[in-house]
């Protein structure tokens, strides 16, 4: 399908006051960015500090972010492309929260005020498979979208193990800003071999 923007793509609220703390110390509402048609969705649970200067979720400054590096291997970057608006193709990127404080992590209000805003991505986009990165991420998404206890999993346990969910299968990743390259390495290794599997087996078929 002809897509008009990579940025906030499905036109969501730019000047959202869902969070007065997090209005007060924002730059911009950062809304999922990438290919609409996107089989992978990779949340995390808040923009980078650069992303709330940018409004593109993980956007790089000079050089690419270490996520977009990691799509870039997996061939769903363009790393020829700028940093601060790569090319994305079959990969979308979005956020629990949609605002930065600088000084702390999104609390369990403000995640759930923005879960409209990420339930309707996920709708709309219909991913094959979701990528939490990161903890908070895994916890919300597990709790959302599979059967099991949220609380037993663990992103120590389950980078990079493939997690059959509701309609969904879910990957999670170790935040690639402070993961080890063998870390990085194995991830990478594991999705190119889902990527290159039947992956499409669970679109579709979600239930709520």
Known sequence: MAQETRSNPFGMDADCRNCPALCET??????GYGDVTADFCFVSKRPTRRADATGVPFAGDDEFSSLQR?????????????????????????????????????????????EP?????????NPHLLVPIGQRALTSLGAEYTTRNPDDLRIEDLHGESIRGRGFELVPLFDPSTATDEEIDDWVRRFAELMAADYRQTKGRRSR
């Open 26 to 31: 924002r730059e911009t509402v950062v809304h």
């Open 70 to 114: 990691i799509l870039g291997r997996l061939g769903l970057c363009d790393l020829t492309s700028d940093p601060a608006e790569p090319r994305l193709e079959n990969a979308y990127l979005t956020s629990l929260s949609r605002c930065r404080h600088p000084d702390r992590d999104p609390t369990a209000d403000e995640i759930t005020n923005c």
């Open 117 to 125: 805003y990420l339930d309707a991505e996920i709708r709309m986009i």
